[in-house]
């Protein structure tokens, strides 16, 4: 058949329509699988990554995925390992007390970590104490809670919700045990907004 008047007879317009709306469906699926192709072939990628954790059953540090490590992880040092490596938090045992109760000069500040922290930790000054006379260097461990206790405070002066100020208190321990590169692999917020927990970890990390 010919065109008649520069139109096409219906049946072949009806056609032409189809093929056309064919033709988008193929296009907007291949762009949407190419799509999905490369987030999956990107996805890939980075699950390849893979970080030091120490096993505590096997008592050796193995390779796994760094998309394994979660919100239970926190990176330390294990005896006999050189540099930090990624534990489950859950898992740690504590540590025998290794020194004498702490003088006098020390009580303020302890009582300080004790006051400011007592909404998330529910510990008496003397478990605290307790808690720092098991670490190796008490005085070093003591001088992060305490300078942690300063950067919650001034965060934590505007945020009225209790779940707020919770998950301000994950932020700093993330930042406590957690290099600054991989605090998001660990830290997950659902309250706080994401610039505001940027601040916080640029508190932490470079005191601005």
């Known amino acids: 058949m010919t065109k008649t008047g520069g139109l096409l007879p219906a049946s072949l317009e009806t056609l032409d329509n189809e093929r056309r709306f064919l033709h988008s469906v193929a296009k907007a699926s291949f762009e949407m699988s190419l799509k999905q192709w490369i987030t999956k072939l990107l996805s890939s990628k980075a699950s390849d990554e893979t970080v030091k954790c120490y096993d505590f059953e096997t008592k050796k540090v193995v390779s796994i995925s760094k998309n394994e490590i979660g919100s239970g992880f926190v990176q330390a040092r294990i005896e006999g390992q050189d540099g930090l490596v990624w534990v489950n938090a859950s898992k740690l045992e504590p540590a025998p007390i290794k020194h004498a109760s702490f003088d006098q000069e020390a009580r303020p500040y302890i009582q300080q970590i004790q006051r400011i922290f007592s909404e998330h930790y529910r510990l008496s000054v003397k478990?605290?104490?307790?808690?720092?006379?098991?670490?190796?260097?008490?005085?070093?461990?003591?001088?992060?809670?305490?300078?942690?206790?300063?950067?919650?405070?001034?965060?934590?002066?505007?945020?009225?919700?209790a779940e707020a100020r919770a998950e301000l208190f994950r932020c700093i321990l993330a930042c406590m045990n957690t290099q600054r590169d991989a605090i998001w692999d660990v830290l997950e917020i659902e309250v706080l907004d994401r610039g505001f927990a940027e601040k916080v970890i640029a508190r932490f990390f470079e005191g601005n």
């Open 127 to 161: 478990e605290w104490e307790d808690g720092f006379r098991r670490d190796s260097n008490p005085e070093r461990e003591i001088a992060i809670w305490l300078y942690s206790s300063e950067v919650y405070k001034m965060f934590s002066a505007n945020l009225e919700s």
